[in-house]
């Protein structure tokens, strides 16, 4: 095993963290809403999309932007799924297995600079964030804008990661999932010199380039790579920020056992120079090496389940919306192969409100979340519909 960069496991230590022991029994699965509370249901926003894997919406915009995993970026706009694509890269990726367009960030200063992010496998199966400008038409992107901001390499199919996501700082966070296989087997979630298995930090500037941020804790060390702002990561498929309070969720996909999401608030530091524990942890099970498995220096999951309640965790946002009050600070989630939605409030650092919704039943796998620019959530599924989390009677 490669060794750990030392300056991220000094800040992980400081970091928000608590041990788990390995073979702790999880608490029983959220149970469905108590009686009176408000029931939830599915609106249909769009359907015959291709695999819609992320929503997204500019600041003030409310157009909804919709990733196809194949490579378009589509609009639903006045209620309409215009017919046109925004962006169409489907000339330019990789999209068997994991592989395809996995995310999409507006620039916070969309507005003025016109700046998409995307984030795809390239057609040798390696991960690309790539900047674009809108053209003058504001439905369509300019494709000649394009510009290459990072390349990765993916030496196995699966475990790309694929979020891309502004956090209120401003910066762009990029989730890269261990490089794939199974068990981690080039050790890359323990390693920082690898930008695999790990959270990445940049500044996008104006001209669609970027920077490395001067903060970002692995600056200046010769034993890792600027861009990573914390390690220990197996496939962060979906992360958010809570836009009320800064505080960043990461849902990150198991091994064979245990499904799990961290929480690191804005008050520690979001995640900065954090270890989330893979492969030396599997959620707060050890994983690897017994005498590694100290709980010190660790961040420890706030939520995780067993594979008897899922396979593959899917993270979502906290809601922040104006449409249901009451569920104002719940964070939402799924599982692929179960599809239930379910979700928890933070409260003193630990999961409280656990529910699990009898009312969000969609009628493919769930895929993905997406949050537009009032703070909404929506759910999508495997048969290409878009739905959207609303109050039901």
């Known amino acids: 095993m490669r060794p750990t960069l030392s300056l991220l496991a000094v ?54 932007f919709i990733a196809e995993k194949g490579g378009r970026v589509r609009i639903v706009k006045g209620g309409l799924l215009l017919p046109q694509p925004f962006l169409d890269l489907s000339n330019k990726l990789s999209v068997g297995g994991e592989q395809g367009l996995l995310g999409i960030a507006f620039h916070p200063r969309y507005a003025s600079n016109g700046i998409l992010l995307v984030d795809y496998t390239d057609l040798g199966g390696n991960t690309r964030i790539v900047s674009y400008r809108v053209s003058a038409d504001p439905d369509r992107a300019d494709p000649a804008s394009e510009r290459t901001l990072l390349a990765v390499d993916q030496p196995f199919g699966n475990h790309n990661g694929g979020q891309v996501a502004f956090g209120p700082d401003g910066m762009l966070y990029i989730g890269m999932g261990d490089g794939g296989s199974g068990g981690d087997p080039r050790s890359t979630g323990q390693d920082a010199r690898d930008l695999l298995g790990a959270l990445l930090r940049i500044e996008v500037l104006d001209d669609g380039s970027h920077r490395v941020p001067i903060d970002n804790p692995s600056v200046g060390q010769s034993d890792a790579r600027p861009e990573v702002w914390s390690i220990g990561l197996r496939n962060p498929w979906r992360f958010a920020f809570d836009r009320a309070n800064g505080d960043l969720y990461i849902a990150d996909v198991g091994q064979g056992e245990r499904e799990e999401i961290n929480v690191v608030t804005a008050a520690t530091g979001t995640g900065r120079g954090a270890n989330f524990g893979w492969a030396i942890y599997e959620g707060s099970r050890c994983f690897g090496s017994a005498s590694k498995c100290t709980g010190q220096g660790f961040v420890m999951p706030t939520i995780e389940y067993t594979h008897a309640e899922g396979c593959s965790v899917t993270g979502g946002f906290v809601y922040r919306g104006s449409a249901i009050p009451s569920l104002r ?30 009312g969000l039943t969609p009628t493919g796998q769930v895929l993905s979340f997406g949050e537009d620019a009032a703070g909404e959530l929506y759910v999508m599924s495997s048969d290409g519909h878009v739905w959207r989390i609303a109050a039901g009677e």
């Open 11 to 64: 800040l992980a230590a400081c970091a928000s963290s608590g041990q788990a022991p390995p073979d702790t029994p999880l608490p029983p699965p959220p149970q469905p809403p108590p009686e009176g509370t408000v029931k939830l249901t599915l609106q249909p926003v769009a359907s015959g999309l291709g695999m819609p894997l992320y929503l997204t919406a500019p600041a003030g915009d409310s157009r909804l």
């Open 329 to 358: 600070g719940s964070y939402f989630y799924s599982d692929y192969c179960s599809s239930w939605i379910r979700s928890f409030r933070l409260t003193d650092g630990t999961a409280a409100d656990r529910t699990q919704w009898t």
